[in-house]
């Protein structure tokens, strides 16, 4: 016997409920709790997608779509996927706890089937619009994994409705717009009620406007059918028109109070004595509680039809699907139920009320009135499990030997950046097919230009340049095409990471590898920094060249500069941060990146390497626009290395050495005119060029874990830089950017440390004027060096100002 749909999926949303919820419970009632904290869990927000999420993964999605589930229904994730035999007892179990199921669905510590991690509302929302724009770029490059006949998934978002209070959102939908948008689903919950409170009155009214201004279909899921059915009663368009002009917190009081509260109301307030009257009294309490919650989206059979008719074309489509927050469970619209747990007794009287026994909670079939083997055969043909596993992968791009440019005895890195890559547009290696720049409407100052004459920008119909058309001279060519490989974004630094997140999972959304670049100003990193740290945990792959940065962008004053940034690149988990001052480091850096983001080593629980490099990740480059003198030499596989690794001498100190400069990036030139004065009365004074603080810190915190753990010989590439120093010498670190991504390393042997940078709002002027002001030219690095170390010091210094 063939279990009909609508019984299969009623069956499989009666139990997402129970499981979710008793996951839950048992994490915070069960499980033994050791802390006394409370363990959380969202009852109420998963209640309220049961149904939503039943019938998208029991019947509408196909294993090529992906998903972001709103980050609070992570356990009606777990419950499915556990069903579906894709999610383990023993993880559920343990839902928050060490190794268990996420709070929030993770693609990296969940499974397989977690498509976008989500739980910094509004992002993953946003993240399915821009997989879909690169579902559409990679499909359009006719790759041979896109031929090979795997269909075109579709984007799904569910969303909760206070979640699209937060901006990205918007920011992605005009974005979307622009680019033609398809194949993308937003599903909002609309269950009227925030974390706090309940919502404002007609906010669907605003989301249908904005959407259909942007294009979308807009498809309102108000009532259920029985309601339907009773509008058609007599007395029915009494009771629908009450319920449309009734406020969204009452609708909520009343649903928590139930029958008797509803009859009450309705009587007083649609009582006719008459038809409206008869359709109230004709139910019981717990009929007419039922019919008053029977809203479109707890109705499987109203969702069904509007997934199945939008299934129908490709146009992006939002739902706005009406629904009850805690559908079901004791505290259903209570305005305080957002972070509310269901207590033993009330857990107690539901079970029964579920028909489940103790003992039994995890079984997949407790409580379930089906045949026990029409319901397994059902299972088994759920289209979404018809693939074993939806991941996909691909294959590794090789990477050139070297990567050329113009040189030029003066260079920015920027300009380097641009040459770098202007070369790698001109040439016919596979790596250049393969990578694709997007950028915030700073495409030309960031140097792309070059990139993007060549590789021309990315539309999904082709569009010349009007200007070259009209034979009007300009520098660069702006013509779009399906074979372009460029995205031009709007100024939107959200958006920019939100779509190198995409594009950074394209090998495993879509089976085929991406090179993503994107590219910045620095200090607007900070604009986009959610998206980058959620790009990052989701283990996007991609670099960010940001530039340009510090206060060596001069004349542009106040909070254009940046200081913090350095600290990002530290601190940033799956970045690996550098600064280089010379475009031959970039060169090298850029060359290991192109490798380092594809790689895909398991992350072992003891490093391995010191720098865990086999499990790959991203890169961002902080890069500027101050020319520096190159120095002329040639790239030895020790000196790429020693570059890729953080750090590398400049000058290398001997054992009398009483005094060490350590820079990083663009304060070159004042680093070395410093050792020069300095040499002048002391030593073998060093000279330490730092290309990653970053890596740098990493690899001294992992070897001194290493060490701590019994391996005695594990040392870093630090560590074994500064060994040969006599403890006596003195050390000056010097960036354009916050002292502390430096000071660091007078603990690495404890060594006397003057760490010089910036840590003010930046003034305009020359670069003279500002480094003078923030401490960070030569004279203030010479007067730290005499304070640094012992011995004679330097005289005939400037004072500082
Ligand atoms: C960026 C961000 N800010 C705040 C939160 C905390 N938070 C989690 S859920 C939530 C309310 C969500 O309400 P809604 O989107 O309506 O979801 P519901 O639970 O009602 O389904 C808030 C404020 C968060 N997770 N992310
Ligand atoms: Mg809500």
Same mark, same amino acid.
């Given at each position: ?38 363990? &959380? ?47 383990? #007892? ?15 669905? +993770? ?68 974005? @979307? ?10 599903? %909002? ?35 259920? #059918? ?8 007599p007395g029915g368009k009494r009771l629908r028109d009450w319920i449309d002009c009734c406020p969204n917190d009452l609708y909520s009081a009343l649903t928590f109070q139930g029958g008797a509260a509803w009859r009450k109301r309705l009587l007083d307030e649609i009582g006719d004595q008459g038809s409206a009257t008869r359709l109230i009294e004709s139910r019981s309490d717990a009929e007419l509680a039922a019919l008053m919650s029977n809203l479109g989206g707890h109705d499987l059979s109203v969702l069904l039809d509007a997934f199945d008719a939008a299934a129908q074309h490709d146009r992006p489509v939002c ?88 040189? *030029? ?12 890559? @202007? ?18 409407? %700073? ?18 119909? *082709?569009?010349? /340049? ?5 034979? =009007? ?30 594009? &950074?999972?394209?090998? +495993?959304?879509?089976?085929? #590898?991406?090179?993503? =670049? ?8 900070? #604009? ?10 989701? /283990? ?149 060029? =730092? ?76 670069? *003279? /004027? ?5 401490? =960070? ?16 010091? %330097? ?7």
């Open positions: 016997m063939r279990l009909p749909r609508l019984t299969f999926l009623s069956a499989l949303e009666r139990k997402a409920l129970w499981l979710s919820a008793w996951m839950i419970h048992h994490a915070n009632h069960v499980r033994p709790n050791i802390d006394g904290l409370k363990v &959380g869990g969202h009852q109420a927000s998963s209640a309220s997608l049961c149904t939503i999420m039943a019938a998208l993964y029991g019947s509408v999605l196909r294993p090529q779509d992906r998903v972001a589930v709103k980050p609070h229904a992570s356990p009606v994730l777990h419950a499915l996927l556990y069903i579906f035999g894709r999610q383990s #007892r023993e993880k559920l179990e343990n839902f928050r706890g060490w190794k268990g199921a996420q709070s929030y669905p +993770s693609r990296t510590k969940d499974g397989d089937d977690v498509d976008f991690s989500t739980g910094s509302v509004g992002l993953g929302v946003a993240q399915t619009l821009f997989a879909a724009l690169v579902q559409d770029y990679v499909r359009a490059k006719g790759w041979t994994e896109a031929q090979a006949g795997w269909p075109e998934g579709r984007m799904v978002a569910l969303i909760g409705d206070a979640e699209m209070d937060e901006g990205n959102i918007f920011e992605a939908l005009l974005e @979307g717009w622009k680019h033609g948008l398809r194949n993308c689903w937003w599903v %909002v919950d609309y269950n009227r009620q925030s974390l706090d409170a309940v919502v404002r009155e007609g906010l669907w009214a605003r989301f249908e406007a904005i959407f259909r201004n942007f294009g979308w279909d807009v498809i309102i899921l108000k009532h259920g #059918r029985l309601q339907e059915a009773a509008f058609e009663e739902f706005i699907a009406y629904t009850i927050k805690g559908f079901g469970l004791p505290f259903q619209g209570h305005k305080d139920n957002h972070s509310g747990l269901m207590t033993p007794a009330q857990m107690d009287a539901w079970r029964v009320e579920m028909g489940i026994r103790p003992g039994f909670e995890w079984e997949p079939l407790e409580g379930l009135n089906v045949d026990p083997q029409a319901y397994a055969a059902a299972l088994k043909e759920v289209p979404l499990v018809q693939e074993d596993q939806r991941r996909r992968s691909a294959l590794t791009i090789a990477v050139p030997e070297v990567l050329p440019w113009r040189a *030029a005895p003066n260079l920015s890195t920027q300009a380097g950046f641009g040459l770098i890559l @202007g070369e790698l547009a001109a040439s016919n290696h596979e790596l250049a097919e393969r990578v694709v720049t997007t950028a915030p409407d %700073v495409t030309v100052s960031t140097n792309l230009g070059g990139w993007v004459n060549r590789r021309r920008l990315f539309g999904r119909e *082709a569009k010349p /340049d009007t200007f070259k058309h009209e034979r =009007i001279p300009s520098t660069y060519s702006w013509e779009f095409t399906p074979k372009g490989q460029h995205l031009e974004l709007g100024i939107a630094e959200m958006n920019l990471f939100i779509m190198l997140s995409a594009l &950074g999972l394209s090998h +495993s959304l879509f089976g085929e #590898r991406l090179i993503p =670049i994107g590219t910045l100003y620095d200090p607007f990193i900070e #604009r986009g920094l959610d998206a980058l740290n959620y790009a990052c945990y989701q /283990d996007a792959r991609f670099i960010v060249a940001a530039t340009p940065s510090g206060v060596t962008l001069a004349p542009e004053g106040g909070a254009h500069q940046s200081i913090g940034t350095p600290l990002i690149g530290l601190k940033q988990d799956g970045l690996a941060a550098f600064e280089p001052a010379f475009v031959d480091e970039l060169s090298s850096i850029l060359r290991w990146s192109f490798e380092y983001l594809q790689r895909n080593g398991e992350d072992v629980a003891e490093e391995r390497a010191w720098l865990r490099d086999e499990t790959g990740g991203s890169v961002y480059l902080r890069l500027s626009t101050r020319q520096i003198e190159q120095p002329l030499r040639t790239m030895t596989a020790e000196l790429a290395g020693d570059i890729v690794n953080g750090a590398y001498w400049m000058r290398e100190p001997g054992p009398n050495t009483e005094v060490l400069i350590a820079y990083q990036g663009v304060v070159a030139p004042e680093a070395i005119a410093a050792v020069g004065l300095l040499a002048e009365d002391r030593r073998d004074v060093g000279l330490l060029a =730092i290309t990653s603080a970053d890596r740098l810190n990493a690899g001294w915190q992992a070897a001194e874990r290493a060490r701590q753990r019994g391996n005695r010989g594990a040392m870093s590439h630090i560590e074994r830089l500064l060994r040969p120093l006599s403890r006596d010498c003195g050390l000056v670190t010097v960036l354009d950017g916050h002292p502390a991504t430096l000071a660091w390393l007078g603990a690495v042997h404890g060594h006397r440390t003057k760490a010089l940078g910036v840590e003010h709002f930046g003034q305009t002027g020359t670069i *003279a /004027d500002l480094y003078r002001h923030h401490g =960070i030219d030569t004279n203030a690095i010479v007067h730290a060096a005499n304070a640094a170390a012992s011995g004679r010091p %330097v005289r005939h210094l400037k004072a500082l100002p």
